[in-house]
């Protein structure tokens, strides 16, 4: 959303986002009930959630049904969401247009592994008439597409990936500095939230399969999650044998996001499924090639465009497409030159504002 805010007031919208205090399970964002705020260069308004089940926000309803006539397209980002279906009823009630980004919702892992059963059940009651009657469905890769197009439900699709800042310039040597010893060999680098989609046990299972091979390389791990999983990931590693080859760094962003971008001579993140692939996007922008899972939606992308490689997300699998980067200089440059390129004409934040505000245009004009 953040980067949807920059990009859209440029080309002349004016964008106000609703949502609700929700800031993670039990907790809660700051911030007075409803008071319009200027943030990220937009206004932004708060409805204090009242269930943390499916963050039930009477105030947000109430709002939403009393002023959605006063725009002119309403964008909904995610879906199985109490903010996402009232603000669906509200504008069509109204006449006014939407769009659904499903926010990887729809996805075959999301839908089978988590409260399969209810999800079926709304999503033939409630999202099946939401994402029929949306102006557009905002899906953000074209695998995301074909995913959730198998669900049988008649829908206007549309793909817009998501825009990355440009690359900030990393030091290398700050990450290092907080992890004294390891500032020789190769760095190999999975930036991603830590949670089971992201087959994180995969990954060192893949890399104990290269340790004797590639004796100089480190695996960097960063990205937080709950602890009791991340408890079992580093028990893990130590079990594989690998505790003084992977460096764990926790929740980074800013300077230290850039360090770990920096150091990295590959990037990697095997998932299950991912709806677009942020991460793996910023890591094209920085000019890394990358050892995507199948399941990350934009893998094909970059495989097809020579930036990186696309494997199954089993150990061998991913080990074998790490070995293939990991042992040849000269592919690694190639593809890290043509991963700076693809992101720069493909991923980037005016590439999209401008695709999204065509989009609305059409809408606007009734083409769609």
Not at 23 to 48: A, H, M, Q, W
Not at 125 to 132: A, H, K, N, Q
Not at 156 to 177: H, M, N, W, Y
Request: aromatic content about 8%; overall charge neutral.
């Amino acid at each position: 959303m953040r980067l949807i805010e920059k990009a859209l007031p440029a080309r002349g919208i004016t964008v106000e986002t609703v949502t609700t205090d929700d800031d993670g399970p039990g907790s809660r964002k700051d911030k007075t009930c409803g008071v319009p705020l200027n943030e990220n260069g937009v206004i932004r308004r708060y409805f204090p959630k009242r269930l943390e089940f499916y963050k039930v926000s009477p105030g947000f309803a109430w709002w939403v049904f009393l002023h959605v006539r006063d725009y002119d397209v309403v964008h909904i980002h995610a879906l199985f969401s109490f903010t996402s279906v009232m603000a669906a009823w509200a504008a069509r009630r109204a006449g006014v247009p939407y769009v659904v980004r499903p926010l990887g919702t729809l996805n075959r892992y999301g839908v089978e592994r988590r409260r399969p059963w209810l999800k079926q059940l709304s999503l033939k009651l409630v999202e099946g008439p939401i994402l029929r009657h949306a102006a557009a469905v905002h899906f953000t890769a074209e695998a995301e597409q074909v995913e959730v197009v198998s669900l049988g439900i008649p829908m206007r699709g549309v793909v817009i990936p998501l825009g990355i800042e440009p690359a900030q310039t990393g030091d290398a040597s700050l990450l290092f500095s907080h992890h004294p010893g390891q500032d020789n060999g190769s760095s190999l680098l999975f930036l991603s939230r830590l949670d089971p989609k992201k087959n994180v046990e995969g990954l060192l299972r893949a890399f104990s399969l290269l340790a004797n091979e590639l004796p100089d390389t480190r695996l960097v791990i960063a990205g937080d999650g709950e602890a009791g999983y991340v408890a079992e990931l580093k028990k893990l590693a130590v079990e594989l044998g690998l505790a003084d080859r992977v460096v764990w760094l926790g929740h980074v962003d800013g300077d230290h996001k850039a360090a770990a971008l920096a150091a990295a001579q590959v990037f990697v993140l095997p998932s299950f499924s991912e709806n677009f692939g942020i991460a793996a996007a910023e890591a094209l922008m920085a000019g890394l090639p990358c050892v995507l899972g199948k399941g990350v939606a934009i893998a094909d992308k970059v495989a097809e465009a020579g930036a990186g490689i696309a494997v199954a997300p089993d150990p061998d699998s991913i080990a074998q497409g790490l070995r293939s980067l990991l042992s040849d200089d000269a592919l690694r440059a190639l593809m890290a030159g043509r991963a700076a390129m693809l992101a720069q004409e493909k991923y980037s934040v005016d590439t999209m504002g401008e695709r999204l505000l065509q989009l609305y245009q059409r809408i606007v004009s009734s083409e769609l």
